[in-house]
Nanobody, 127 residues
């Protein structure tokens, strides 16, 4: 059974930092593109960041560029999202996502392009 499990969410003050982790199991994700999305109540899930299977290419939403860093450790089947200079508007449930198709250099930013999802982890930034 394929599973993506996020961790690292929590409550932090504005200007603080959090590091989210996404541990994959059930198959090897070391060769597939992955990404992070977030969702607030009443809104659609929005793209945050994407990373290629090798980790050599990354892409960010304008709203987090320069503050968030996506990375991965393929030996551990885990991807990360380092979030610095957090703002109250970053408050959301953060989801880890992975594609089923391996390799390729394309980065994916649409929810429909991902096949596997984690259950989400809450990030709350207080002002």
């Amino acid at each position: 059974q394929v599973q993506l499990v996020e961790s690292g969410g929590g409550l932090v003050q504005a200007g603080g930092a959090l590091r989210l982790s996404c541990a994959a199991s059930g198959r090897t994700f070391s060769r597939v593109p992955m990404g992070w999305f977030r969702q607030t109540p009443g809104k659609e899930r929005e793209f945050v960041a994407a990373i290629s299977w090798s980790g050599s290419s990354t892409y960010y939403a304008d709203s987090v560029k320069g503050r968030f860093t996506i990375s991965r450790d393929n030996a551990k089947n885990t991807q990360y999202l380092q979030m610095n200079s957090l703002k109250p508007e970053d408050t959301a449930v953060y989801y880890c996502a992975a594609r089923a198709s391996p390799y390729g250099s394309t980065l994916y930013m649409r929810e429909s392009e991902y096949n596997y999802w984690g259950q989400g982890t809450q990030v709350t930034v207080s002002s």
